[in-house]
């Protein structure tokens, strides 16, 4: 039977480890993002990044990434405000799993020596699963469910796949569609690489689908008015 004194430590160490993963995390957007927005030649898009931690911008009609610096002139309060509102909602979030979580400390604590934190806290995402079975399908040769695998990737996140599903819709002959997840894709932006974007912008302006041009090519770094 555990003790008092012992029980009383292991749940300050329990309680100590939600603060650190829950609370710990949260800060203001300067702190978590840097004081600055600056241009990502490989992802073809705007962000504020410190470390890994980044916020990317977006034009608040569309929801397209922003690519030029004078759309980061005009949006720049509005994603200041944006990631305000997300910072207080995130803080939310974490308040209400530190509040519940405790109630499963026992368990938890049995669990982590055994399995460790990633094992306990390591999900599998759907992006991650969904593009893994568009690949499998792909070497199967079924390209129509590879294309619905790779779209769900995309869907919930995975940047990345939109290419590999424009790529069998080119190859099967569906250009339209091929045509409008590239301009899809160039809305989002995402890490490609400058080379394969290169390669992009070129395709869709053979396809008379060319992406507009900034009126002004300056990429110097934008000071961001981020709300403490």
């Known amino acids: 039977m555990m003790t008092p004194a012992r029980s009383s430590g292991s749940s300050r ?35 504020a990044a410190n470390g890994a931690a980044s916020w990317v911008l977006e034009d608040p009609v569309t929801g397209c990434a922003l690519r030029c610096r004078t759309e980061v002139d005009r949006w720049k309060s509005i994603e200041a405000e944006r990631a305000r509102v997300y910072q207080e909602s995130a803080g939310t ?3 209400a799993v530190a509040v519940t979580l405790p ?5 938890l604590l049995l669990l982590l ?8 806290f390591a999900r599998e995402t759907p992006a991650i699963r969904f593009r893994a079975e568009a690949e499998a399908a792909e070497q199967r040769g079924s390209m129509d469910e ?3 695998d790779y779209l769900l990737a995309f ?13 069998i819709r080119q190859q099967q002959g569906l250009l339209s569609e091929a045509i409008r997840v590239r301009r899809q894709l160039v809305c989002r932006g995402g890490p490609l690489g400058a080379e394969a974007w290169t ?10 689908a060319p992406v507009e041009p900034c009126h002004d090519p300056s990429r110097e770094p934008v000071e961001m008015p981020w709300l403490e």
């Open 13 to 47: 160490l329990f309680l100590c480890l939600v603060g650190f993963l829950f609370f710990g995390c949260a800060s203001s957007s300067r702190h978590l993002y840097g004081s600055r927005a600056t241009y990502f030649e490989p992802e073809r898009r705007w962000k």
């Open 93 to 95: 979030s974490k308040t």
């Open 103 to 107: 109630l499963s400390a026992p368990a």
């Open 113 to 120: 020596p055994t399995f460790g934190l990633s094992a306990v």
């Open 146 to 148: 590879a294309a619905d």
């Open 155 to 167: 869907l919930r996140g995975d940047i990345v796949a939109a290419e590999a599903l424009a790529h």
């Open 199 to 208: 390669k992009i912008e070129a395709w869709l302006a053979e396809q008379g």
